[in-house]
DNA sequence: CGCTGTGTTGAATGCCGTCAACGTCGGTGG
DNA sequence: CCACCGACGTTGACGGCATTCAACACAGCG
């Protein structure tokens, strides 16, 4: 069931059991931390169903969403960069299923199983490629370019298809928007409301329907600086 | 000489020698690429001196500086993140000295030295939370404060004591610290302006010197919003 | 039925980007 | 040596986009 994750392809049955044997299977409700920013690390996750908000908290107070974890992926590998803590909190945005390994089990794992070791440090990579384009992003575009890459990278995540356009496939509200893209909930809700009047999306309570992905890329891409 | 760096703690003689037996050393006059956005990555590099800046273009021509390298940081890393091109561009900002591995050595390397992989996992973990710390500033701070924030990163990274203050030990543009806070050069030579009005900081063609950290960190963690 | 969380919309403020003009420094070539 | 030129820096004026402040609507829930 899960050996057709990306991240195990290439491994043989006999590792696969390797890891499964020694994995831990937990189902986190809705809205509960799977853990805490700047918490002790002692363990790292593959999520197995649902979606994860990956949020930090500032000296002030102020919520940033760093990013969304989908099925599939890896998560709190907070061991293999080397840290003893975790950098940001992960809240469970609706019911989810994980599995997790302690963090002392990581060196014999990773020698074991070396698809392991590399796997997650391309993940790692990725995450540091995307994270730098958001800085990209942030310094170059205005508020309602970042809104509509914000909005297209979750449908292509995180979409289902309805009657209607793609769906985001988890309760979203405009703060969530708003802490995503470094913006407010009042500006969120004046853009998707002039799309809305545009037919490029569909609101509702937190919910967001994505009616007309090309008109939203073009949006996305239409730069007025320069 | 380089067995000083926080890189090589830990490793016996003989394994520095394999490394540095593998190693070669090139000197990268001020202003020119040591490699280039998108181009194949077939080396990764070890700063010996000199600073360099990490750039990232944008499709519409615009630069973001990304972070600057420093004496004795592994920089060019894309190896080590599964990945075939560089993600960003690497300009010498002063003549550069630096060693290179060509990444066919690194599984050799790593096998022979584990050292070497977990100090540059290490790095790697480092650079994804110093840009997650980048985004989550890009996001709830003003610009005086980013500017502020920067400025004091700069000092300590690359701070040379002098008469007058902490200067920045590399010439830098007005334009440069507007590319790395997300801001333009205009706001930059104003704040500077204003900052050296007060005692702050003193500024020169290409250079920086600050005066009173302290003041500085005192706008730098001043909120206005919330 | 009130309360809380969520969402919408209007109006006013202000930060900072944009446009513009000018000044200064340093290197280059005649 | 000096004139020239380009890169770098400064400052003023203006305006727009997004935040801030405010009020209200609506849904879900106990």
New binding site residues.
């Given amino acids: 069931m899960i050996a057709g994750l990306p991240l195990f392809t290439g491994m043989r049955n006999e590792e696969l059991d390797f890891l499964l044997a020694r994995a831990r299977s937990a189902r986190y409700p809705k809205d509960t931390a799977i853990f805490d920013q700047d918490g002790k690390a002692d363990a790292f996750f593959l999520l197995l169903d649902g979606h994860i908000r990956v949020v930090r908290l500032t000296p002030e107070g102020e919520q940033v969403i760093a990013r969304y974890i989908n099925a599939g992926e890896l998560f709190g590998i907070a061991v293999a960069m080397g840290r003893t803590t975790y950098p940001a909190s992960a809240i469970a945005a609706v019911d989810c299923v994980a599995l997790s390994w302690p963090n002392e089990a990581w060196p014999e794992l990773t020698a074991r199983v070396p698809q392991l070791a590399s796997g997650t440090y391309r993940t790692i990579g990725q995450r540091l490629q995307e994270t730098q384009d958001k800085v990209v992003q942030m310094s170059t575009e205005?508020?309602?370019?970042r809104v509509a890459h914000a909005l297209l990278r979750l449908v292509q995540q995180a979409g289902r298809k309805t009657g209607e356009g793609i769906e985001i496939d988890f309760?979203?509200?405009?703060?969530?928007i708003?802490e995503m893209t470094?913006?407010?909930?009042?500006?969120?809700?004046?853009l998707?409301?002039?799309w809305?009047e545009k037919g490029l999306v569909r609101?509702?309570?937190?919910?967001v329907i994505v009616t007309d992905p090309h008109g939203l890329m073009l949006i996305a891409e239409h730069r007025?600086?320069?």
């Fill in positions: 205005q508020v309602e370019q309760p979203i509200t405009r703060q969530d708003a470094g913006t407010t909930l009042h500006t969120v809700s004046r998707l409301s002039a809305e609101g509702g309570r937190q919910k007025r600086k320069r």
